[in-house]
């Protein structure tokens, strides 16, 4: 006769304790990934495996059709990683929920190439490099944009017309926190697809987020138009410059440095900077101003 | 765990449980009494009816909340009439109350079955009116075969509420994606927020769900 196990209260409590211990020490040993930060760019430029993030998002990083990591943030960084001595073979790309890009940092992945914005907010989570790319916000309408918008700020005074916004992104922010817009004034989606629904079925009046974005769907679509780019003011009336850097885990101080240092070289050169990313939509307008670091945007939170 | 990160969380989690509660609460009204209906018409309504309202149940039972959500949505923003009242709140409430109307449709159709043929025969010699008939003796012996089921289905459906963001009803899975959209920071925190609060409804309804199927079945025992 074969042994069976009986499942009474003490065994499946013995049970539970044992798989409790092995979760627990699969999140240790995962943690201890984080000690290896420091070392991170010593033993990348020794020919080691560096495990990046994207968030397979046009036009910052994403998978073109034949199966390759393209885009502009992928361009500028593969360039970047290279004059550190980093080849792209060595690059291992693991594509991450957009959620996930920070809190994966150090287990999951090494690094996070995904144009993400910096903010004081997120900086106080990990370590950002300095901007490699500022872009402005637009408007997606319908064609001929019939209600004569020009910016986020054209809501504030029209409570008749309702904006869109994607969930937790800085335009999410802007109309609930800085244009104090009333909850009839904004409604609030998971994604594009579902904000493009919302606006062609008459539901918004415009979907208001980064320029790029929205110019690619105005650009597939007919019936839908963009209006001139614009920055999104703060409560005080400042712009809000939405400006995209790569993102590194504690402890990869030396790493985010060098890194930085190249990235200025390379702002500085514009040819330079527009033959590697122009071919994802980017002009002269998206290179960020030398003041644009992002320890002047995050402040105290800047590690 | 931060509790800096709590307390920013804790008020939006909680306004999303709130709008959770409610359209929990609408939906199960429309999804306990609609599924009667259902139920009680395909057992004693004529053919022409009951064949069609067979298969639309079949048909919701059979496709997914989500595309069943996002259908009706965009389908009603084409119906200037009800537009501005099929807020994505009411919308929501009806499609999940519908969906789950019926299953429940089901769970009393088994509790109208298990009711003993002798008590259909006594019905029918005593010549009582189909209406006493179903208040008084068949609804309170199918309540007591069908109550585990019907409480089954209300708490997976207090459960399934977050779905309906993708229609933008603005729950509190929303309210954590948005708190930790914006600050790359809260994920543990808000999603073991969330866990608790489901936990905390849910099983006090399980427990009582259970309490009330004892006292049916003692009452009718």
Redesign the interface.
């Known amino acids: 006769m074969t042994k069976r196990t009986i499942w009474n209260r003490r065994n499946l409590m013995r049970t539970t304790a044992a798989s409790c211990a092995a979760a627990l020490g699969l999140t240790l040993s995962a943690c201890s990934a984080t000690a290896d930060a420091e070392t991170l760019l010593e033993e990348a430029q020794d020919g080691g495996t560096l495990r990046v993030a994207y968030a397979d998002e046009e036009p910052f990083a994403y998978t073109d059709s034949d199966g390759n990591v393209v885009g502009q943030s992928v361009a500028m960084h593969t360039y970047l990683l290279g004059e550190l001595g980093i080849e792209e073979d060595q690059i291992d790309w693991v594509q991450t929920e957009w959620d996930s890009l920070i809190p994966g940092l150090g287990s999951n992945h090494d690094m996070v190439i995904a144009g993400m914005y910096v903010n004081a907010d997120r900086c106080e989570a990990a370590l950002f490099a300095d901007p490699d790319y500022v872009m402005p916000d637009t408007l997606l309408v319908p064609a001929g944009n019939p209600e004569n918008l020009e910016n986020i700020n054209s809501f504030i005074d029209r409570d008749d017309l309702v904006v869109g916004v994607m969930n937790g992104t800085t335009e999410h922010a802007n109309v609930e926190q800085d244009l104090e817009l009333d909850d009839s004034q904004y409604d609030v989606h998971p994604n594009l697809s579902a904000l493009v629904r919302e606006l062609k079925a008459g539901r918004i009046d415009a979907v208001a987020l980064t320029d790029i974005n929205l110019r690619l769907e105005a650009e597939a679509d007919d019936d839908l138009d963009t209006v001139e780019p614009f920055w999104p003011t703060d409560a005080d009336g400042n712009d809000i410059i939405g400006a995209g850097a790569v993102v590194f885990p504690d402890g990869a101080n030396n790493f985010r440095d060098a890194v930085n240092e190249i990235l200025h070289e390379t702002l500085e050169d514009r040819d330079l900077w527009l033959s590697l990313v122009g071919e994802y939509g980017f002009n002269e307008d998206n290179i960020p101003d030398p003041d644009i670091t992002a320890e002047n945007i995050c402040g105290d939170s800047y590690q | 765990m931060d509790s800096q990160r709590i307390s920013d969380l804790l008020p939006l989690v909680w306004e999303g449980f709130v709008v959770i509660l409610q359209l929990t609460f609408w939906a199960g009204i429309i999804a306990l009494s609609l599924g009667l209906v259902i139920a009680i018409t395909i057992r004693s309504a004529p053919k022409p009816v009951t064949v069609p309202l067979f298969w639309f149940t079949e048909f919701i039972r059979n496709t997914p909340l989500l595309v069943q959500a996002l259908f009706v949505y965009?389908f009603v923003?084409?119906i200037e009439l009800i537009?501005g009242f099929m807020t994505p709140f009411v919308t929501g409430a009806i499609v999940l109350g519908v969906h789950y109307a019926c299953y429940c449709s089901e769970a009393y159709r088994a509790g109208i079955d298990g009711i003993p043929k002798g008590q259909w025969e006594a019905i029918t010699a005593i010549s009582l009116p189909k209406s006493r008939a179903w208040i008084d003796i068949l609804i309170p012996q199918m309540m007591r075969r069908c109550t585990p089921a019907l409480g089954n289905y209300m708490i997976a459906m207090f459960k399934e509420v977050p779905i309906l963001?993708?229609i933008?009803v603005?729950e509190m899975i929303?309210q954590i994606?948005?708190?930790?959209?914006?600050?790359?920071?809260g994920?543990v925190e808000g999603y073991t927020l969330a866990g608790l609060l489901f936990l905390a409804i849910s099983y006090p309804l399980a427990v009582s769900m259970r309490k009330l199927e004892n006292r049916l079945a003692r009452a009718h025992g």
């Open positions: 965009i923003s084409r537009e963001f993708a933008g603005f929303a994606q948005r708190y930790t959209g914006l600050s790359f920071a994920h």
